[in-house]
């Protein structure tokens, strides 16, 4: 964590508007007071620059940058978190003090702390004064202060250099917002053991997945026809039915509602889940066969995908039985685990969702890959965890930056706490806070974990389990996420879908524990 160094740094220059105006006094000042605004979402050459000539035009130089919460310029931004924004910044010995503006204009401090020259950028001035730069410099001038423009002829572009190659911070991103939360690793390791007796209630389509391993043999001359010889076949339990697993192998006691074919892979799931200490209750329904998604690899490469499915919803007899089984069964997570392969849609979903007794803590995903599905049908739900793609599709929205395409999907949820999924981008997580969306802790986002990816599928799976358990025991959006996160990230260097253990987790914290100390 940050080192007693690091935190003299942080608290002598990081300072709210006020703190800052105290420090430099009223004006007229003996000392010239200089304020920069600004993202600096990396801190490249041309931010170095600017603040450099900055300082040599004034005596105190105030670096301010605009709080997560009010940029939106471009996607998966801010990059850097702000509270290792702020630290970036106060590590330069050239920066006096740092604030964070929450608001979405620094026109409020600007008139707290009255610099007597307020400083842009270059770039901000070759193509004619903007709109927002004049109402700034209206500002300043109307106390007296002088708004001066900095010279260069090289701009450098922090979304640039983030688009082309995002920097590898993921370790320093989780130490600030541990240290934002007053986290340590410790907690996170706490956590794991208040899983063990958990009782969740798992509803959802099974499906398997098969990896069928062959050889390239060559190509047909007269058709366009691959030839493979094959090798081996592995299976897998997928769907709601891993996510059962996980949990399982996470500490909790786990039942399972299913809806299985009457066929030998029914036999296979069954047997593979009871193997695993999962209850199952499932429903047997001899008018579909058991979803089954049949991968076939050649070299590495999936050359192509056989799903043998039915995809009709359940019928009322199996809603009414799926109902009385929620609402019989003793336990303290309800998990809705919707692949639409049947269970869920439109019509079911609210008769089974009224089912749950009073006060069991709700979690939803809706994994809709390439069918229909919407996550806002679970609405008012304690946990939610679709990807981007189906946030979008949810709100018919293919345009909006992710931060407010996430925050306009957990107000439209009305859910509690909101994981959106980002694939190698990590998570961005959305938690209720009392009076204010829009307020700085209200989101944050968790870099993935993952080093070596073999197998992305199923990752969500895992990061559902562990975020769930995460969550209902400790009632931290941090906690459940980052633990989420690792879980997700164990996942994917693994083929296949296999449970993740707690001491699987406990490794890849303990690595990069262990980066952090070097470091």
Known sequence: ?????????????????????????????????IMCHGTFDIVHPGHVRHLLYAKSKG????????????????????????ELRAFNLAALEVVDFVVIDNDPTPMKNIALIQPDYFAKGYEYTKTGLHPRTAEEKNAVEAYGGEIIFTPGDIVYSSSFIIESEPPAIATEKLIALLEAENLRFDDLRSSLDKFRGVRVHVIGDTIIDSYTHTVLIGGMTKTPTM???YENRSDFVGGAGIVAKHLQSAGAEVTFSTVLGDDSLAEFALGNLTEAGVNCTPVIDRTRPTTHKNAIIAGGYNLLKIDTLDNRSISERIVATFSEQIQETPTDIIVFADFRHGIFNRD????????????????????????WGNILE???????????????????????????????????????TLILKLGERGLLTYRAVPQNYEDVRAFFTVDTFAERVVDAVGSGDALL???????????????????????????CEHEGNVPVHPKDVLQKLDHFERYVNYG
């Open 378 to 416: 679970f609405n008012n739900f304690d946990l939610i965890t679709p990807n981007e793609r189906e946030a979008r599709f949810a709100l018919g929205d293919q345009d909006s930056v992710v931060r407010p395409l996430g925050l306009e999907l957990y107000r439209q949820a009305a859910c509690k």
């Open 227 to 229: 030839s493979v010889r």
């Open 465 to 491: 389990a562990y975020a769930t358990l995460a969550l209902f025991k400790t009632k931290n959006a941090v906690i459940g996420s980052v633990l989420g996160s690792l879980a997700a990230a164990v996942e």
């Open 59 to 82: 005596d105190i130089l105030v670096a301010s940058l605009t709080a997560d919460a009010h940029i939106m310029k471009a996607n998966f931004r801010p990059f850097v978190p702000q």
């Open 1 to 33: 964590m940050m080192d007693e160094a690091s935190r003299k740094i942080v608290s002598h220059k990081v300072k709210t508007a006020s703190e800052i105006a105290a420090a430099v006094g009223a004006r007229p000042r003996d000392k010239k007071v």
């Open 348 to 371: 079911t979903i609210v008769p089974l969702t009224k089912a749950i007794p009073e006060g069991v803590f709700r979690v939803a995903d809706s994994q809709v890959a390439s069918r």
